[in-house]
């Protein structure tokens, strides 16, 4: 690598999967700047990534609908590429708000790739997610499944997508991964971060793990009547650190020459909620009450990966389990109980 083709903007780098993507970024040598508002990430994730890798990133704090600030933080810092994370993410919401999500998601991604156009980047790993699909027709899903997302958060993540196809039609230099993920969880095993959200979890694995603390009284299971084995959903979970080494891939996969490609990352196994339960119980030794409550808008039966084609072209494949997952996660809120 030259020395230029060493710097990495990552936004929403402060984030759960940014910051650990960041970790896995320092760690192999590259210089990075985490860009990001800090609304829904704690202010002390950097000191924390630069304890766990001996040096830290650049931070800007800033928004990344904020085109001037963006834009004087690229022209400044000068990266190769962009990992691009940034974004509101949570389907309940969503629904709720969507033009909220139209503009940070849609609006600030548009935003980002002009900026990065300006300052001559033309590399570009895009956070997606695995809510393009919609209600699959087929589990596992490929890449090739048609692109029907049944909520506005998996809506902004399409209409990115297509932004980023775009582009690269008229841009020929463009090397871009739009990387669709299925459901992260777990967190660094040095326990010094993990998934932190603001406010009420809207992931599963955060909830288990606040519950078993004694922060929340119970889980609340939505839905108990899908198509599916025991009737909870039926999701595809990926250790965090396996997604963050993807991105590494994705990278490489840019610096190997122009071109959009769209990618799932996921194991091809799927758990159900009350599997996730057992095995969080298991892990931590720790009883979880939960009760059966109604579906929420927007969500669907099984959504479960075809991983093939990230390992023939990232050469990229999970590599930890739902007990490491479950493991890790529960090792970082005890960390945060104390």
Known sequence: MTEQSKRIAVTGGAGYIGSHTTVELLEAGFEVLIIDSFANAEDDVPDRV??????????????????????????????????????????????????DYYRVNVGGSVTLFREMAETGCNRLVFSSSATVYGDPEQVPIPEGHPLRPTNPYGQSKRMVEQIVEDWGRANPALAAVNLRYFNPAGAHPSARIGEAPQGVPNNLMPYLTQVAVGWREKLSVFGDDYDTPDGTGVRDYIHVVDLAEAHLAALALTAAGPGVHAINVGTGQGYSVLDMVRAFETASGQQIPYVITDRRPGDIATSLADPSLAEQVLKWRARRGLDEMCQDAWAWQRGRNR
């Open 50 to 99: 630069a304890a766990i890798v001996g040096r830290g990133a650049e931070v800007e704090r800033l928004d990344i609908t904020d085109g001037p600030a963006l834009g004087r933080a690229l022209a400044a810092f000068k990266p190769d590429a962009v990992i691009h994370f940034a974004g509101l993410k949570a389907v309940g919401e969503a629904v709720a708000e969507p033009l």
